[in-house]
T-cell receptor, first 112, second 110 residues
Framework: NAGVTQTPKFRVLKTGQSMTLLCAQD?????MYWYRQDPGMGLRLIHY???????AKGEVPDGYNVSRLKKQNFLLGLESAAPSQTSVYFC???????????FGPGTRLTVL | QQPVQSPQAVILREGEDAVINCSSS?????VHWYRQKHGEAPVFLMI???GGEQKGHDKISASFNEKKQQSSLYLTASQLSYSGTYFC???????????WGAGTKLIIKP
């Protein structure tokens, strides 16, 4: 039981490049979330999903897109990376709205 | 609106007690508490739901005052392993989003 996994762990992009971050969970959770965390700040929700095939915008969705084609996977895409997107990205999943969120180990992204 | 956590940072000696507060300007359905160690993912501590409950396990407990729209996390007889940054995440009714505080950094010294 791996819990929540994220790939890659680290990535460096140049401005304008694109990339996809993959999140996978093996707990059969309905809800999945993408957060970003900047130094000295809390977690900010980018997008979330309440089930397979659904996605919704969070607090800071601009510049990101997501897809949830399979229940266990939640992909975060950056179409044209900008230096302001340099951050640590965390994926999380939960079985319900007010239930424990289980976090992945994070992806450290640097955009030059 | 981000909940306000206080204090921003606290330094304790092993064995001392700490209280971390989380205040919201909105009516709350739930408050989640997590601890994050440097370079790691946040780890769940506890959830408190609307109803003014109090929860705890081991020497870490929390309260939720619905009327005051705030929650407090209590760490008693702190251990070195309690060091880290503590975050509260607040949820409101009919909303799947948690809004997170900026965190409280707790340093425990021997």
């Amino acid at each position: 039981n791996a819990g929540v996994t994220q790939t890659p762990k680290f990535r460096v992009l140049k401005t304008g490049q694109s990339m996809t971050l993959l999140c996978a969970q093996d707990m059969n959770h309905e809800y999945m979330y993408w957060y970003r965390q900047d130094p000295g700040m809390g977690l900010r929700l980018i997008h979330y999903s309440v089930g397979e095939g659904t996605t919704a915008k969070g607090e800071v969705p601009d510049g990101y897109n997501v897809s949830r084609l399979k229940k266990q996977n939640f992909l975060l895409g950056l179409e044209s990376a900008a230096p302001s997107q340099t951050s640590v990205y965390f994926c999380a999943s939960s079985s319900g709205r007010a239930n424990t969120q289980y976090f992945g180990p994070g992806t450290r992204l640097t955009v030059l | 609106q981000q909940p306000v956590q206080s204090p921003q940072a606290v330094i304790l000696r092993e064995g001392e007690d700490a209280v971390i507060n989380c205040s919201s300007s909105k009516a709350l359905y739930s408050v989640h508490w997590y601890r994050q160690k440097h370079g790691e993912a946040p780890v769940f501590l506890m959830i408190l739901l609307k109803g003014g409950e109090q929860k705890g396990h081991d020497k870490i407990s929390a309260s939720f005052n619905e009327k005051k729209q705030q929650s407090s996390l209590y760490l008693t007889a702190s251990q070195l392993s309690y060091s880290g940054t503590y975050f509260c995440g607040t949820g409101v009714d009919s909303n799947y989003q948690l809004i997170w505080g900026a965190g409280t950094k707790l340093i425990i010294k021997p």
